[in-house]
């Protein structure tokens, strides 16, 4: 799948694009049933909410469930991916969000590339996202919350929160804007949230102001969101680098598979 200038266009001018409806009813169907196994297995890939059991994230769940190795690999995927980035793109971190109905909880206001440099040394910000819906997306059950065009701007905030909760994960509040950075980017660019059915895609910037409400709602809100890295800007760990699971190690250039996911999942898994 090739993006439209138009869509080249308005990807660089507010920071993220929305395909509507990219995966069909079915594909979704296959995903959600992947996650429900793949929550299944115990390890520390898996991440809960604070003082309970439900799930917060997963990790790297394309390393264990064929269905998530073949979707990053998708030719409706992947080629947009790498029209807006590079040919030569790898999973630099693979994790599904999720929201459970009745308590899903925010996530601050951030920029993924902070934590992604702090944590990892990654030189530049080469990354694009792709979040799936794995549920319809509304006003009610926490979207996620852009500052368009606020991939502009560059890193807002440098450094760290003292009181960090985790150097494997980085939660956003550990890089969290300030209410009056927020104030000021929000008069300067607004804010909008992207919603739409299940199987809708959003590419995003690795510099886009971002964040998203607690789910008061009794929708869950699943979210996947897998980010590909140019290959000439691996990261540059001082230390100890995070584990795999949290920082993919496979830094082979992808391929576009030549069918949909859905259309392989038949044949054995193909080593990227």
Known sequence: MRLT??????????????????????????????????????????????????????????????????????????????????????????????????????????????????ADGLPAPRQISIGVFLDDVTEF????????????????????SATAKSDQHLDPDDISLTPEQLATLVDRHGMTSPKGPAGSVVLFSPEIVHGS?????????????????DTANLPRPVGEPRPDYVVCRDTEPLRPLDAPFSETLALPMVAS
Do not use: C
Not at 93 to 98: E, T
């Open 213 to 229: 409400a607690p789910n008061m709602s009794p929708f869950a809100r699943r979210l996947l969101i897998a980010t590909y890295n």
């Open 141 to 160: 059950n926490g979207p996620v919350i852009f500052l368009p065009g606020s991939h502009r701007e560059g890193l807002v905030r440098e450094g760290r």
């Open 5 to 118: 200038r138009h869509q080249v266009d308005q990807y660089h001018d507010q920071g993220f694009l929305t395909l509507e409806a990219l995966l069909d009813p079915r594909e979704v169907d296959t995903l959600r049933a992947a996650l429900d196994r793949d929550t299944k297995v115990p390890g520390p890939q898996l991440v809960t909410e604070d003082g309970g059991t439900e799930v917060r994230a997963v990790y790297s769940s394309h390393q264990r469930r064929p269905e998530y190795a073949g979707l990053v690999r998708d030719p409706r995927i992947l080629p947009a991916v790498q029209q807006l980035l590079t040919d030569d793109v790898y999973i630099y971190q693979f994790k599904i969000n999720a929201k459970p109905a009745f308590g899903g909880d925010k996530w601050a206001w951030h920029q993924d590339y902070l934590a992604w440099r702090l």
